[in-house]
């Protein structure tokens, strides 16, 4: 008889948790079973297992075999467990040393041949090790350098099973070839490390270059709306005629965001990690992500969804950044009624039969729509060639209850000569841009410390009314709006909400009226004798 114990993690959406992989051997007819409510790629895990290990150079033990997988009510998917079940296997036959695997933590995927290969989600997997208490981790030599972005772990890479059972035996580890698996370079940590040999230090490169926002000719309007989205973490919507320059727009919108801090790069890599998109050769992602799906994307790749327990969709790949609609009366209507929940909440809550998964949804959207289905309407010297009611269907497969959570609509007008010849002035860098909103967001940060909230576009519309006031008078016109049924009270609170980012760009200690009205013109579309927004550009 023979029993070893040693540790993987299953991820639940991008959350992990650390199952004890058990491995008892008895007297009997040879057999191999596994429980512990595993999926089907899991339970095909049996037979990678069995040959990975026989062409490791290992014995396979000829006696009746129990794998047990606790806690047994986590529904476990994927290959990630292999490296763990083969490693049990070896220490309930003393191949290893079972005590020395007890407190080990091992992800990977086992090949035929032995080697081991990459899988998502290693990060998150890591870092529920590291809080459950755990300090050594084995992984695929491919995913080291993800792995070693959690402090306070030391991560061993490997690239076969031969090599870990060498490690685990205290053997001559033999040197096999590197293979890139995933078809990207190789990553930071070069050969093998040894356990305890480093602890992770989150060391990556950061992502340089991107769209610049002095390309975009004229469109001031658009310009300071895209500003005091970036500052103020509000959505917006860019309408007008093809060619404008909505998408333009949108593209340089993650460049003028603040860079993520620590604490939310895990959260972004984590949640790329799963979805299996992380940058080729940088494991950190240190920018704000944009995420851009086609307008014939279902539902379940917009908020997350598929077989078994649901992967990440577009709203969590654009957590902390930006994710654009293009054409966004094309898409689903049931697809954007879905982003309403995420969009006052930050997350999303998806329930399959397989379990409820929380992912991360904090993103900043923004909307690009043509007038019309031939994109003229109302577009002077062009003729549109839409009936009216086939442009107010268009118009309305953007529902109400969404475009109340929108708080800045632009209209985009087609560039002018002047513009793209040069004539004038030239429009400001992302670099200016990006400065100034840090400022304004500093502004906010230091007004809300100590409070749940870090941008104005979190902050609750009583909280902003009854702890900072705005100056008397200055909410006149929007309440005025309110009474006539132009805005709802949800529109009011955004309003307010504008104005107080607008006042932050500006430097004033709180809006003024003509703040509160420039944030009515930039949600209604409606002037309201505000300062333009060009006066900054």
């Known amino acids: 008889m023979g029993f070893a114990r040693t540790c993987s993690v299953a991820l639940v959406g991008v959350e992990g948790v650390v199952v004890e992989v058990q491995a008892d051997l008895e007297p009997g007819v040879a057999a191999f079973t596994l429980v512990g409510l595993p999926d089907k790629s899991l339970v095909e895990s049996k037979d990678r297992v069995r040959a990975a290990v026989v062409n490791a150079g290992a014995e396979w033990?000829?006696?009746?075999?129990?794998?047990?997988?606790?806690?047994?009510?986590?529904?476990?998917?994927?290959?990630?467990?292999?490296?763990?079940?083969?490693?049990?296997?070896l220490g309930a036959a003393e191949r290893v040393d079972p005590r020395s695997i007890a407190d080990l933590v091992l992800i990977g995927e086992l090949g035929l041949d032995g080697r081991v290969r990459p899988v998502r989600g290693v990060l998150p997997a890591v870092i529920a090790a590291a809080e459950a208490?755990?300090?050594?981790?084995?992984?695929?030599?491919?995913?080291a350098g993800e792995a070693s972005l959690v402090p306070g772990v030391s991560?061993?890479?490997?690239?076969?099973?031969?090599?870990?059972?060498?490690?685990?035996?205290?053997?001559?580890?033999?040197?096999?070839?590197?293979?890139?698996?995933?078809?990207?370079?190789?990553?930071?940590?070069?050969?093998?490390?040894?356990?305890?040999?480093?602890?992770?230090?989150?060391?990556?490169?950061?992502?340089?270059?991107?769209?610049?926002?002095?390309?975009?000719?004229?469109q001031d309007t658009a310009r300071g709306?895209?500003?005091?989205?970036?500052?103020?973490?509000?959505?917006?919507?860019?309408?007008?005629?093809?060619?404008?320059?909505?998408?333009?727009?949108?593209?340089?919108?993650?460049g003028i965001l603040p860079p993520l801090t620590g604490q939310e790069s895990l959260e972004v890599t984590a949640v790329h990690s799963v979805a299996g998109v992380l940058p080729p050769g940088e494991p950190l992602v240190r920018a704000?992500?944009?995420?851009?799906?086609?307008?014939?994307?279902?539902?379940?790749?917009?908020?997350?969804?598929?077989?078994?327990?649901?992967?990440?969709?577009?709203?969590?790949?654009?957590?902390?950044?930006?994710?654009?609609?293009?054409?966004?009366?094309?898409?689903?209507?049931?697809?954007l009624d879905a982003l309403r929940q995420p969009l006052e909440s930050g997350h999303v809550v998806v329930a399959r039969s397989a379990g409820v998964v929380r992912l991360p949804a904090r993103f900043l959207m923004v909307l690009a729509a043509n007038p019309?289905?031939?994109?003229?309407?109302?577009?002077?010297?062009?003729?549109?060639?839409?009936?009216?009611?086939?442009?107010?269907?268009?118009?309305?497969?953007?529902?109400?209850?969404?475009?109340?959570?929108?708080?800045?609509?632009?209209?985009?007008?087609?560039?002018?000569?002047?513009?793209?010849?040069?004539?004038g002035r030239r429009g400001e860098s992302t670099a200016e841009v990006a400065a100034r909103v840090r400022q304004a967001r500093d502004r906010a940060a230091a007004r809300y410390?100590?409070?749940?909230?870090?941008?104005?576009?979190?902050?609750?519309?009583?909280?902003?009314?009854?702890?900072?006031?705005?100056?008397?008078?200055?909410?006149a016109a929007a309440e005025g709006d309110l009474e006539r049924g132009l805005l709802t009270a949800r529109g009011l609170d955004r309003v307010l909400r504008v104005a107080w980012t607008i006042a932050d760009l500006a430097g004033r200690d709180r809006p003024a009226e003509g703040d509160v009205a420039l944030a009515l013109e930039l949600r209604t579309g409606v002037a309201r004798g505000a300062t333009a927004m060009a006066g900054r550009q």
């Open 61 to 89: 033990p000829q006696k009746k075999l129990t794998v047990g997988l606790s806690p047994a009510f986590v529904p476990k998917s994927g290959s990630g467990f292999d490296l763990a079940v083969a490693v049990a296997v």
């Open 372 to 423: 019309c289905p031939c994109g003229r309407h109302g577009v002077g010297g062009s003729a549109c060639e839409c009936p009216p009611s086939a442009v107010r269907r268009y118009q309305a497969r953007l529902s109400g209850p969404l475009l109340d959570r929108v708080d800045l609509r632009v209209e985009v007008r087609p560039v002018q000569r002047a513009d793209l010849v040069g004539v």
């Open 449 to 475: 410390e100590g409070m749940a909230w870090q941008l104005n576009s979190q902050v609750p519309g009583h909280e902003l009314r009854t702890r900072w006031p705005v100056a008397p008078g200055a909410l």
């Open 288 to 335: 704000a992500p944009y995420c851009a799906p086609h307008h014939s994307a279902t539902m379940q790749a917009l908020i997350g969804g598929g077989n078994g327990l649901p992967r990440p969709g577009a709203v969590s790949l654009a957590h902390r950044g930006v994710l654009f609609l293009d054409e966004a009366p094309e898409f689903s209507g049931r697809a």
């Open 155 to 218: 991560v061993l890479g490997v690239r076969s099973l031969a090599q870990l059972i060498a490690v685990l035996a205290d053997e001559p580890v033999p040197d096999e070839p590197r293979e890139d698996l995933r078809g990207r370079p190789d990553p930071m940590l070069a050969g093998l490390t040894m356990p305890g040999a480093g602890v992770g230090t989150g060391i990556a490169t950061g992502t340089a270059g991107g769209p610049d926002l002095a390309d975009v000719a004229g």
């Open 133 to 143: 208490g755990y300090r050594q981790v084995v992984v695929p030599e491919q995913t």
């Open 225 to 254: 709306a895209l500003e005091v989205a970036a500052a103020g973490g509000h959505h917006l919507l860019l309408s007008g005629p093809p060619g404008a320059g909505k998408t333009m727009l949108a593209e340089r919108l993650s």
